[in-house]
């Protein structure tokens, strides 16, 4: 097993990998809303949420079978960096090409050539993500440092977040774009070189378990690989027997996709609430909003949640941290005020700590967990199904959110066409962007309350595997 203390350089280059998972979904989610704004590509709003939606359906055949060929790779290299190296290339490259689209296209022709280059973004994506996340969960097998590592890597990847937002501004300046359709193209382009280099970062300088001497793998080849289909089924069903696993991925499916579903709604409020549809008035904020969360979480919220999760355990820590993120999600309904702008940072506090916990606990518990499935099942270990499986919940959950985003936003009367919206539409829309991320992060307590997975019971299981491999 890797040390126990993961070098600082090792952390940097795990956390620029977060950064590019979390910068292809931030820069979707604007171009998304571009789609679906008069001033970009006006197309329909569940044509929009199809392009993302249907690809992640893939995910349930590619991730898991990455996942499997990710374990039971043998080279000189690990298990985990070559495809890392290849699938940030490709990932770059894809992503560059997926948004070379223009308004002037009929919608259907620009709806199929964004649907079958998403398709193939979800491939060349699954092939850098499944593995860089379970390199993470190998890097260390200390309870302690497993979440000193997903905190420093969440605090990288929410720089992501940080920039993201200011595409709001950029696109729309006409001094530096004809039009919002250009600067989707060129973005495009920018952001494909930027994945490419910092997604390789990972490759080439993390290390993982020594896989050198590693019993119980299969033979990968093409031929071998369609003959074990069936164990790649087998081993995930026995990842989904694993309860306390099965629990961090539907707490995270709940927190995360119930903040997905309204994440752009907060875009539309802004603008068509507090400043009447007046993109140029409101981007700033539109862009602010976002980006100062993200600041906020990076840098005063995960920390704190780094401190109580030494202090008082994993499952309180999150817990006591969602809690906190449901008062910050009411606290919207006075912060998006028209009469006073500067109330908008008004739930920012509180509401930080839902996403700020979610990855940053979630993750080091996924590694507790992978300890736990080597104790009762033997090697292999399987990080990378863990891995595929965790990540596929997240990626099929953020495609349906923003499938449902859409459908939501026309029953609430939103016309992607119009430069104003109703008051009926806008008032749906601010109840819906509080009720429904109170409501399943209130749902994903309930799942954590009887976690079982504590601290005194991981460091048992890594007592007894420390002994059964020989290891002093």
Avoid at 101 to 128: A, K, Q
Avoid at 291 to 300: N, P, R
Wanted: with cysteine.
């Amino acid at each position: 097993m890797s040390s126990t203390r993961v070098p600082i350089g090792q952390k940097a280059a795990f956390g620029a990998g977060h950064l590019i998972n979390n910068l292809i979904p931030g820069i979707l989610g604007v171009f998304v809303v571009i789609l679906k704004s008069a001033d970009g590509f006006g197309m329909d709003t569940v044509l929009a949420g199809l392009i993302v939606g249907i690809p992640r359906l893939f995910d349930a055949i590619t991730d898991p079978v990455m996942g499997y060929v990710s374990d039971n790779t043998s080279s000189r290299f690990g298990r985990r960096r070559p495809y890392i190296f290849i699938g940030a290339i490709l990932s770059g490259a894809i992503f560059a090409i997926l948004w070379q689209v223009h308004d002037t296209n009929p919608e259907m022709y620009n709806f199929w050539y964004l649907l079958i280059f998403s398709i193939l973004l979800i491939f060349g994506n699954t092939i850098f993500s499944t593995p860089l996340i379970a390199l993470g969960y190998e890097m260390t097998s200390d309870y302690k440092e497993r979440t000193r590592l997903m905190s420093f890597a969440n605090i990288i990847g929410q720089v992501a977040w940080m920039l993201v937002p200011f595409l709001y501004v950029l696109i729309p300046d006409g001094d530096l774009f004809a039009s919002q359709p250009e600067g989707v193209r060129i973005v495009a382009l920018i952001a494909g070189f930027v994945i490419i280099i910092l997604g390789i970062l990972p490759a080439i300088f993390c290390r993982g378990i020594d896989s050198s001497k590693m019993e119980g793998r299969e033979e990968i080849t093409p031929k071998a690989l369609l003959k074990s289909m069936g164990k790649i089924f087998t081993g995930i069903k026995l990842v989904l027997k694993n309860k306390p696993f099965v629990k961090l991925c539907l707490a995270t499916f709940l927190v995360f996709n119930g903040f997905q579903i309204v994440a752009e709604f907060g875009v539309f409020i802004i603008n068509f609430y507090m400043f009447d549809g007046d993109w140029g008035a409101s981007k700033w904020w539109v862009a602010l909003f976002p980006a100062v969360t993200a600041a906020y979480t990076a840098f005063i919220a995960i920390p704190i949640i780094n401190w109580m999760a030494n202090k008082m355990g994993k499952r309180k820590a999150f817990i006591y941290a969602t809690l906190i993120s449901m008062f910050g999600y009411a606290l919207k309904w006075w912060g998006f005020d028209p009469d006073n702008y500067y109330m908008i940072f008004l739930p920012i506090p509180l509401m930080a700590f839902g996403m700020g916990c979610l990855f940053t606990l979630m993750m080091s518990m996924t590694a507790d967990v992978c300890d736990l499935d080597e104790l009762e099942n033997g090697m292999p270990r399987k990080e990378g199904t863990f891995g595929a499986i965790y990540w596929w919940m997240i990626k099929v959950g953020q495609g349906l959110a923003l499938v449902f985003s859409g459908i939501i936003l026309k029953l609430l009367g939103y016309d992607p066409t119009a430069t104003t919206q109703t008051a009926e539409a806008l008032t749906g829309m601010r109840i819906t962007d509080i009720a429904l991320p109170v409501l399943t992060a209130g749902l994903a307590i309930w799942v954590m309350w009887k976690y079982s997975l504590t601290e005194e019971r991981a460091r048992e299981i890594k007592d007894e595997l420390v002994e059964r491999r020989g290891e002093l």
